[in-house]
């Protein structure tokens, strides 16, 4: 793994918290994009280095959605970039973690997504980030 690559935030309102983040980091969002294989719309910020994913459900089924009837708003992932994600997963599966789909995924900001169960890495879900080669 290289770097955090961004820390993703569930929100139930994304207007309102677009509005709310860029008063705290005192700049606009950089990019607002559908993700619709998740029910899921997401915008950025670019925080120096780091990047902030604030996420709102499309519809009552979406990952976000459950994640808020459950827990409410507030951080929902860490994402790491990774430079192969396949060999990535066959490390993590072989290390014992419990990775959520069979496959990497397109995500937003043009990256390729896999998530790890929370319950195997004490809580916290993680996402593994792989940028797509144009």
């Given at each position: ?6 820390i ?8 309102k918290?677009?509005?709310?983040f860029s008063?705290l ?13 998740e ?12 990047k902030i ?8 089924e979406s990952?976000i959605?459950?994640f808020?009837?459950?827990?409410g708003?507030?951080i929902?992932?860490?994402a ?5 994600i396949?060999?990535?997963?066959k490390?993590?599966?072989k290390?014992g ?21 929370p ?5 916290v ?10």
């Amino acid at each position: 793994m290289n770097k955090i690559e961004h820390i993703g935030i569930a929100v139930t309102n994304l207007k309102k918290s677009n509005e709310l983040f860029s008063k705290l980091f005192n700049k606009s969002h950089y990019k607002t994009e559908e993700v619709k294989s998740e029910g899921v719309v997401t915008s950025f910020f670019k925080i120096g280095e780091n990047k902030i994913e604030l996420l709102e459900a499309t519809n009552k089924e979406s990952p976000i959605a459950k994640f808020i009837d459950k827990k409410g708003e507030g951080i929902h992932h860490i994402a790491f970039d990774v430079d192969d994600i396949e060999s990535e997963v066959k490390r993590l599966k072989k290390e014992g973690f419990k990775v959520l789909s069979d496959a990497p995924k397109k995500g937003a900001d043009n990256k390729m997504v896999v998530f790890l169960h929370p319950k195997s890495s004490n809580g916290v879900l993680i996402e593994l980030c792989q940028e797509i080669k144009k």
